[in-house]
């Protein structure tokens, strides 16, 4: 199964950025399962085989659209240990949150408990499948293994140095103490017999049973500051998205702690500017001043929902957009940059013939997370924690408690000519850039949605760990477009890719008025769409 695009089907559409974990899930979708149960197929198989981007020791949130109509948002983020204190870190000799190592693995998983809720959410919606079978593919590349796909050869090299000598690492995705090549086979086995567990006990034992006990104690040895006490007590939560009303219709995305908040307000910015002609100068301008009008609030005013005074969908009123969109330049690029942030993520989509559509972000962060592997239960912890700040007035200020800034967000669209789209991307910074990209090529300006997912892209800022804060563009754009940014102001870097992994690994799914479902995923991943 190599499809980058797949329509037409009748019963449902999933899609992945590995090639295993869509087959993974079109077999659920085979099996009877709908499009809830298929993805949570898909959350555990890709990070069986694409661990360098996500695993079981992250977070993750859901969007999904029930046949009814209604929008829900699962919230699987974890909160900072008890032991997680600025004190700790300054006691430690640390001047900022560290990136790496057993002090970056400070905050709870997140991602198992919201599969857990996703599970009941699809009990709810005639979902039938049991749990071992959902997550037995998973299993089985765990445990008799996977082929290393050319990012994760890549990044392993890239971040050598800053992970070779984090506890689990090397044992887990070093071959003889070096990065593995592409197309090596390697094997999980501890993160094989977890899930296997997991599928017997419940998905609550990764919190509150052995899985929670086992972690607990390989974190307390090696000093992270999460304790037993900080898993048993989590539990992700059900609460309404944040939504906004444009032009083709109201568009979904998942509240704070994440930015979903921003990249609703990119396309209601966008909306506001009535461009008539994509991949003009106006259209890629324009999404890129909407950007930085997003971000700017964004920086100000998202962090844990626990510190936020009135709701956030007053930056979604019309009348604070109106105002944003009236600040927006067409002809000239506003000073740029301002403060970053930096991720990596899988996006997954999934639609079933029933009605069901769902947006699924999974992620540890930076490629490999902490770096940290406990080594009872193979769990890759994540590093989310290093968002929070050592500076106790700041936004994000670190706290036993809390949780930190989230670049995550996945979108949903429920358009009015009456299809339902999910879609998003992985890549910090980028993933409301790509969101904007995406939904204007495919929705606004009616292009494929292969085509859409293929052109060009650009990025305003930092991802994968990169210091940029220039405009970056892939090479593909037309060199009198290029033009035109560098003359509006905007500081261009035209890189030598056709093609970039900076660019990030977006994808979609889309339920059709007529039933049919259709998937399309990124050329620059290792993915594809599948259906039935």
């Not at 949130?61 to 008890?82: C, H, K, S």
């Not at 509150?208 to 086992?214: I, L, M």
Request: proline fraction near 5%; aromatic fraction near 6%; charged fraction near 25%.
């Amino acid at each position: 199964m190599t499809n980058l695009h797949t329509a037409g089907h009748r019963r449902g559409v999933v899609a992945a950025p590995h090639a295993a974990a869509a087959e993974d899930g079109r077999a659920i979708l085979a099996e009877g399962g709908n499009a809830i149960e298929a993805m949570i197929a898909m959350a555990a198989s890709v990070a069986a085989v694409y661990p360098h981007m996500n695993h079981i020791g992250g977070d993750g949130f859901w969007l999904i659209r029930e046949p009814n109509g209604r929008v829900r948002a699962i919230m699987g983020a974890g909160r900072a240990g008890a032991k997680a204190t600025v004190r700790f870190y300054r006691d430690a000799g640390h001047h900022e949150m560290p990136t790496r190592g057993p002090g970056a693995a400070l905050t709870v998983p997140g991602a198992i408990a919201g599969w857990q809720r996703a599970f009941d959410a699809a009990r709810a919606h005639r979902g039938r499948l049991p749990l071992d079978l959902l997550l037995s593919a998973a299993i089985r590349h765990a445990r008799e293994g996977y082929k290393v796909t050319r990012s994760q050869g890549a990044l392993t090299r890239d971040k050598f140095a800053e992970l070779e000598k984090v506890p689990g690492f090397g044992e887990a995705f070093l071959v003889d103490g070096k990065a593995p090549d592409e197309g090596a086979t390697m094997k999980q086995p501890a993160l094989a017999a977890t899930l296997d567990h997991l599928a017997n006990a419940g998905l609550a034992d990764f919190y509150r049973g052995d899985v929670g006990r086992e972690m607990a104690a390989d974190l307390e040895r090696i000093g992270s500051p999460v304790t037993r006490e900080d898993l048993t007590k989590y539990e992700a939560f059900v609460t309404d998205p944040l939504s906004v009303n444009v032009s083709a219709g109201t568009l979904y995305n998942t509240p704070a702690p994440t930015q979903g908040l921003a990249s609703l307000i990119i396309l209601a910015l966008y909306d506001r500017l009535r461009i008539g002609d994509g991949e003009s100068f106006a259209h890629i301008h324009g999404l890129i001043e909407a950007t930085k009008r997003a971000f700017l609030v964004r920086d100000r005013v998202v962090t844990d929902p626990d510190r936020i005074d009135g709701p956030l969908s007053r930056f979604l009123d019309a009348a604070f957009l109106d105002g944003e969109a009236a600040k927006i330049d067409p002809k000239k690029a506003a000073p740029w940059p301002d403060p970053s942030a930096r991720g990596d993520t899988i996006w997954m989509g999934a639609a079933d013939a029933s009605g069901l559509v769902v947006s699924y972000i999974q992620s540890i962060y930076w490629e490999f997370g902490s770096g940290v592997v406990l080594p009872k239960t193979g769990v890759l912890m994540q590093n989310r924690g290093a968002s929070f700040s050592l500076d106790e007035r700041a936004l994000n200020a670190l706290a036993p408690g809390r949780r930190p800034f989230h670049t995550l967000n996945p979108a949903l669209a429920v358009l009015k000519d009456g299809r339902v789209m999910a879609y998003g991307t992985m890549g910090g910074e980028g993933q409301p850039q790509t969101q904007s990209a995406l939904f204007t090529r495919h929705v606004t300006y009616k292009q494929p949605l292969e085509r859409a997912l293929d052109a060009p892209r650009w990025l305003l800022g930092r991802t994968w760990g990169s210091s940029h804060m220039n405009l970056r563009l892939e090479k593909r754009f037309d060199e009198r477009l290029v033009d035109r940014l560098m003359s509006a102001g905007h500081d261009v870097d035209v890189l030598d890719a056709d093609y970039s992994d900076t660019m990030g690994h977006a994808g979609a799914v889309v339920l059709h008025p007529d039933g049919t479902c259709e998937g399309g995923h990124d050329p620059r991943a290792d993915g594809g769409a599948a259906g039935v």
